[in-house]
């Protein structure tokens, strides 16, 4: 019989989203006239923009005039250029075309890019955090068995707490990997040029390489923020970063995303050789991916056209407009809150000896509004729970007229 990887059964429950799922399913077969609003999972509702649809349009009309096959290795010119120009030459960061991998998703890239590291590799979270960035750690064998409070031996917790605006200076000693969000998923935090210069002075100065996850930065409202860690002197010869669509353009349902790979980028062997991480990633991807279809890579090139790009930032202020409404709201009801100014995502402290769970079903229970507890994203996230502002202008209103009811 074969064996399974026994890294698997280290992972102390299902994952997040599936078991939200579950609970609300229950729910709803047990209340079927209740009228169930989510703000859980962080999903668009907005559907593609015009821009977008013409391009996807425009592009089956062009496979159905000629082959296209499997695409080029990274990605096509077309959108890799607009990517260069869009989202780095605007910013005044110059990157290389080969330095720029085009995929299917930013959750699959945060998760694959270990398999370019060493097992022995030591890691660093950020907690909370998103799920992906520690389980897929534990499925390849870097960590031992979590303990009772869901943290694994193995991986170092730096806890993003209110103290530190939820963006944590770096630690003194060393590690090889450390992940970053910023917009962080879940607490909304952002991090500043002189936060973020911090832990790309730490990053050189220990070896380590930043695992740049910046899937949100769409919603960053201040120009003076950083949208990029290239933005910061010195993070192209210690920082991957991960992009999306998903977010930014309604891309949940499309599939599209990035990763910046770096050429100065390096590791090494345990001989100490050095190489490319650029290469490594390269090679990963050519061998167990095939690009992302012709007419998505269409429709992406579409977002950083005039028309895609008014259209889509349209779609971001209609969603921090749900924030502001959520937060304001909150606030008002006598919770305590923490950000939805430059992120989809309001961070509420639970009720004083409510855990993150319990408020989960507290708040299904008594205005059957879903939410995301903080405890799925880490030890440090209880006491917490996530609000997404990703719905309606009218459901979300009404989300919060039920729990300022419902906790008055």
């Known amino acids: 019989m074969a064996h399974i990887n026994e890294n698997y059964q280290k ?5 997040l989203f599936p078991e939200i799922g579950r609970r609300v399913r229950a729910f709803a077969e047990a209340n079927p006239s209740a009228e169930v609003i989510r703000l859980g999972i962080g999903d668009v509702t907005l559907p593609l923009v015009p821009a977008v649809t013409a391009a996807l349009h425009a592009a089956v009309d062009d496979q159905g005039a000629r082959a296209y096959g499997y695409g080029p290795e990274g990605g096509y010119d077309f959108l890799v250029d607009a990517i260069l120009e869009g989202d780095y030459a605007a910013r005044g ?8 991998f085009v995929s299917d998703g930013s959750k699959q890239d945060s998760g694959n890019i270990q398999e370019i590291f060493g097992t022995d590799c030591r890691v660093l979270v950020t907690d909370p955090s998103y799920p992906v960035y520690v389980d897929t750690n534990v499925m390849a064998g870097r960590t031992g068995d979590g303990d009772d409070s869901g943290m694994y031996a193995g991986i170092h917790y730096l806890p993003a707490t209110a103290d530190n605006g939820f963006a944590p200076d770096p630690p003194d000693e060393a590690v090889d990997l450390a992940y970053l969000c910023s917009p962080n998923n879940p ?20 070896h380590a390489v930043l695992l740049f996850d910046a899937a949100y930065d769409a919603f960053i409202q201040d120009p003076a923020l950083p949208r990029s860690i290239y933005e910061i002197e010195g993070a192209k010869e210690c920082a991957i970063e991960m992009r999306s669509f998903s977010k930014r353009a309604g891309f949940t349902g499309v599939r599209c995303a990035y990763t910046v790979v770096p050429q100065a980028l390096q590791g090494t ?12 990633w390269s090679r990963r991807q050519s061998t167990k991916f095939n690009e992302v279809p012709y007419l998505v890579q269409r429709a992406a090139a579409a977002v950083f056209s005039e028309e895609g790009a008014a259209q889509t930032a349209e779609q971001v202020a209609y969603y921090m407009e749900n924030a502001r409404r959520i937060r304001e709201g909150l606030q008002a009801a006598h919770f305590t ?11 509420l402290r639970t009720p004083e000896g409510v ?8 708040l299904l229970e008594r205005t059957h509004v879903v939410g995301t507890p903080g405890s799925g994203f880490g030890p440090s996230g209880e006491g917490f729970f996530r609000i997404s502002a990703f719905n309606s202008h009218d459901n979300v209103d009404e989300a919060i007229e039920r729990i300022r009811k419902a906790f008055a």
């Open 337 to 347: 809150v923490y950000a939805g100014e430059h992120a989809p995502y309001i961070w």
């Open 93 to 100: 960061v110059s990157l290389d075309a080969s330095e720029v």
């Open 269 to 280: 062997t345990a001989a100490g050789e050095e190489v490319s991480l650029n290469a490594l």
């Open 187 to 206: 607490t909304g935090a952002v991090m500043t040029k002189e936060g973020l210069a911090r832990w790309v002075d730490w990053a050189r100065e220990h």
């Open 355 to 362: 855990s993150s769970w319990d408020f989960f079903d507290q």
């Open 11 to 15: 992972l102390q429950a299902g994952y």
